[in-house]
C-alpha cells in the first residue's frame, strides 16, 4: 500500500453514530495529521499527533496512533450531518524535507440526519 | 484567527498560456509549500519554500512550474506553459517552522481550469 492509505474509502452512518477512520503508513514519521475537506473547498487541520504520542483528543475528535503497526485512527463520537466531508491523514517522513506531508487518498464520510 | 488566504479561487485559461497563482501565508511563518490535487485523486505535494529558495520538489515540479516570493507577505507559483492534465485545485500552506510537528495551515485553494 501506499504511503498514507486510509480505510474504509467511504463510510455512511446515521447521525449520533461514531465514525471509525484508519490511515496506514509506510516509513518512519515524525508525527501524522488529520484533515477535513468539504467537497471542492480547501484542507482543515483537525489534529496532529507525534510519533512519540499514543493518543490525542480535541473535542469530538480522537486520534490514536501505534507506530509500531505504523497505522493511525481517527474517531469522531455523536456524529452530525455537518462532518459530512472526506478526511485525510497525511505524515511528515522523517528524512524528508521540513515538514512535506504525504496524504492519503481519503475517506468519504456521510453523516445522515 | 490566521489564515492562510489564496487567489483567485478560480482561474480558467487555454492551454499554452501562462498562469501566477498566488497565496498569503500566515505572516510569521517561515516554510510555505504548493499542493495540487487533481480531480478525485490524493493531495499531492509540489515544492517547498524556506529561507527564500527551493528546499524541496517533487517529480511534478518540472521546468514548468516555479515559485517566488516577490516580497514580505506574497507566495506564488507560476505554471509557464499550461497542459490540460494541469487542471486541479492547488492548495499553498505554511507552517511556523520552530519545529518538525508544527500544524501545516492550507489555503482555501486554487482551482484551475485548463482547456
Known amino acids: 500500500s501506499q504511503q498514507g492509505e486510509e480505510d474504509p474509502q467511504a463510510l455512511s452512518i446515521q447521525e449520533g453514530e461514531n465514525a471509525t477512520m484508519n490511515c496506514s503508513y509506510k516509513?518512519?514519521?515524525?508525527?501524522l495529521q488529520w484533515y477535513r475537506q468539504n467537497s471542492g473547498r480547501g484542507l482543515v487541520h483537525l489534529i496532529l499527533?507525534?510519533?512519540?504520542?499514543r493518543e490525542k483528543h480535541s473535542g469530538r475528535l480522537r486520534v490514536t496512533l501505534d507506530t509500531s503497526k505504523k497505522s493511525s485512527s481517527l474517531l469522531i463520537t455523536a456524529s452530525r450531518a455537518a462532518d459530512t466531508a472526506s478526511y485525510f491523514c497525511?505524515?511528515?517522513?522523517?528524512?524528508?524535507?521540513?515538514?512535506?506531508?504525504?496524504f492519503g487518498k481519503g475517506t468519504m464520510l456521510l453523516v445522515s440526519p | 484567527e490566521p489564515e492562510v488566504t489564496q487567489t483567485p479561487s478560480h482561474q480558467v485559461t487555454q492551454m499554452g498560456q501562462e498562469v501566477i497563482l498566488r497565496c498569503v501565508p500566515i505572516?510569521?511563518?517561515?516554510?510555505f509549500y504548493w499542493y495540487r490535487q487533481i480531480l478525485g485523486q490524493k493531495v499531492e505535494f509540489l515544492v517547498s519554500?524556506?529561507?527564500?529558495?527551493?528546499?524541496?520538489k517533487s517529480e511534478i515540479f518540472d521546468d514548468q512550474f516555479s515559485v517566488e516570493r516577490p516580497d514580505g507577505s506574497n507566495f506564488t507559483l507560476k505554471i509557464r506553459s499550461t497542459k490540460l492534465e494541469d487542471s486541479a485545485m492547488y492548495f499553498c500552506?505554511?507552517?511556523?517552522?520552530?519545529?518538525?510537528?508544527?500544524?501545516?495551515?492550507f489555503g482555501p485553494g486554487t482551482r484551475l481550469t485548463v482547456l
Open positions: 519554500f524556506y529561507n527564500n529558495e527551493i528546499s524541496e
Open positions: 516509513t518512519s514519521i515524525n508525527n
Open positions: 505572516s510569521n511563518h517561515l516554510y
Open positions: 499527533i507525534r510519533s512519540n504520542e
Open positions: 500552506a505554511s507552517v511556523a517552522g520552530t519545529s518538525e510537528n508544527n500544524e501545516q495551515f
Open positions: 497525511a505524515t511528515a517522513q522523517m528524512n524528508s524535507g521540513y515538514s512535506t506531508l504525504t
